[in-house]
């Protein structure tokens, strides 16, 4: 793409793109389109490599060429948003990497990206700005340039024809990005001003425009509905005599209600279950026939699996031992188990967490739930609703 189309694909992100709130129908089906001057929620969608939502606009009415919206995020690395035109054959990324904004574009075999400024991943919202000078693209955030993108391309063939955008991921299942970025995004944008065009945006195909937290914290949320799902495998176990495997869970525990934890391997029934019950105000672990409880409050839950005893703290004064010698349960964690957050995989009778976990670390990593092999699109994965 050249500087003049790149800022035309940034532009038309505006509430004057965007409309107002409705619903048309097309073909006999339903669709939703939406008003993009509001507070637009572009996480809590794992796996879809798809946009949350996206629009197409004749390039000949886009005129300006200078665009702002705000962000908020916890999140390093995702996809803000996209655009292209010719049908994915010239592209346009706007995405985090590590919380600094990066830029990618594309024009046939022509590929290009820069990557700089300050990390927007703090949880607060930042301005972002982008323009225009006909050579270069220029990021400007909270009013500081920051960074930009020179491109040495001639646009006016492509400057006819539609051009296609979207908010939190990529048009086009083929498109391979010059630096591979994961897709999923958990932030917020508001407060959009740019070209007046008046078209809604539409929302994908079985997406769920979430609401947004009034104000958020670190950690990742889980509402009650589902889990996010490990090989255990992925974590290797120290196998010496004094090793083994060992995940440490941070948050107010008093807050949580259901399963924080789970491992299951081939039989049908969890090996080892870590379920808060507020009522009681007890964290009930479970180790194949054996079972203890630990008062909850404002700990860190620590967590050792050995050969044949599984080793459960909260806090330093609080600790549960278990014995199971039916299975070497570290030859087993290093084969491949079932290590899940959240709840028991495959468990109607599974008490869904509902509450923060600030921090989750597995031998010593932290985990990104971006990353896990399943994760139910109603989680946050690295934001909590603020809690005082």
Request: charged residues 20%.
């Amino acid at each position: 793409m050249g500087s003049r189309e790149v800022m035309l694909v940034l532009l038309c992100m505006s509430s004057s793109c965007l409309g107002q709130a409705a619903q048309g129908r097309g073909s006999g089906a339903e669709t939703q389109l939406i008003s993009g001057n509001g507070l637009i929620n572009l996480g809590r969608r794992w796996g879809s490599k798809s946009p949350l939502m996206h629009i197409s606009v004749n390039m000949r009415e886009i005129t300006s060429l200078k665009s702002s919206f705000e962000l908020r995020t916890l999140d390093p690395e995702g996809v803000v948003f996209y655009g292209d035109t010719k049908g994915g054959e010239a592209w346009f990324v706007l995405g985090l990497r590590g919380g600094v904004p990066e830029m990618q574009n594309g024009k046939g075999n022509s590929l290009s990206s820069v990557a700089g400024g300050p990390k927007l991943n703090d949880g607060k919202w930042h301005k972002v700005e982008l323009h225009s000078d006909g050579l270069f693209v220029w990021l400007e955030l909270d009013g500081t340039a920051a960074l930009m993108l020179g491109l040495h391309t001639n646009p006016d063939s492509y400057l006819t024809g539609e051009m296609r955008l979207s908010l939190g991921g990529i048009l086009g299942s083929e498109l391979e990005l010059m630096n591979s970025l994961q897709t999923e995004m958990d932030g917020c944008v508001r407060a959009g001003n740019w070209l007046n065009i008046s078209a809604p945006w539409q929302l994908g195909p079985n997406e769920v425009l979430h609401p947004c937290f009034d104000e958020i914290q670190k950690g990742s949320y889980f509402p009650g509905t589902g889990l996010a799902l490990f090989n255990s495998s992925d974590f290797p176990a120290n196998q010496m005599e004094d090793g083994g495997a060992e995940v440490k869970i941070q948050g107010h525990s008093l807050s949580w209600s259901g399963t924080v934890l789970s491992l299951k391997g081939s039989q049908d029934e969890a090996v080892l279950t870590i379920t808060a019950n507020p009522q009681t105000e007890e964290l009930i672990v479970k180790f194949g026939t054996q079972k203890g409880s630990l008062k909850l409050g404002p700990h860190t839950l620590y967590l050792k699996l050995s050969s044949h005893e599984v080793q459960v703290e909260l806090g330093q004064e609080q600790r549960s031992n278990l014995v199971d010698d039916t299975h070497d349960w570290v030859t087993m964690w290093n084969n491949g188990m079932q290590l899940a957050f959240g709840g028991v995989p495959d468990d109607s009778d599974s008490k869904w967490l509902e509450g923060c976990l600030s921090l989750i670390q597995v031998q010593g990593q932290d985990v990104d739930l971006d990353r896990a092999l399943h994760q139910d699109s109603s989680i946050s994965s690295h934001s909590c609703p603020f809690s005082p």
